[in-house]
């Protein structure tokens, strides 16, 4: 079965960084887009970054530059490193697989980690 495991969640400082790692089992890795996404109190869940079997990435305004997504193909991993942490950051943070089927998107999500940006 397909599993979508976070790490690296927990309380930074701000100014801070944290890296958050994604790993990922029983699916074609490189058949997928792998992202980001979070969730914060009260809002809607989106996208933070996110990085195509070919390395292309893309990123939300508000993380350019301060975060970066890469992937590791042999380790069936992704990373979100996030440097520059303010409170605003402070979300649930959901790693996400899609890739397009014959008749619909398919995703997969993780189980959320919890990022808190706070002195």
């Known amino acids: 079965q397909v599993q979508l495991v976070e790490s690296g969640g927990g309380l930074v400082q701000p100014g801070g960084s944290l890296r958050l790692s994604c790993a990922v089992s029983?699916?074609?890795?490189?058949?997928?887009?792998m992202g980001w996404y979070r969730q914060a109190p009260g809002k809607q869940r989106e996208l933070v970054a996110a990085i195509t079997s070919g390395g292309r990435t893309n990123y939300a305004d508000s993380v350019k530059d301060r975060f970066t997504i890469s992937r590791d193909d042999a380790k069936t991993t992704v990373y979100l490193q996030m440097n520059s942490l303010s409170p605003e950051d402070t979300a649930v943070y959901y790693c996400n697989a899609r890739r397009q089927g014959w008749t619909r998107l398919i995703d997969y999500w993780g189980q959320g980690t919890q990022v808190t940006v706070s002195s």
């Open positions: 029983g699916m074609i890795f490189g058949d997928y887009t």
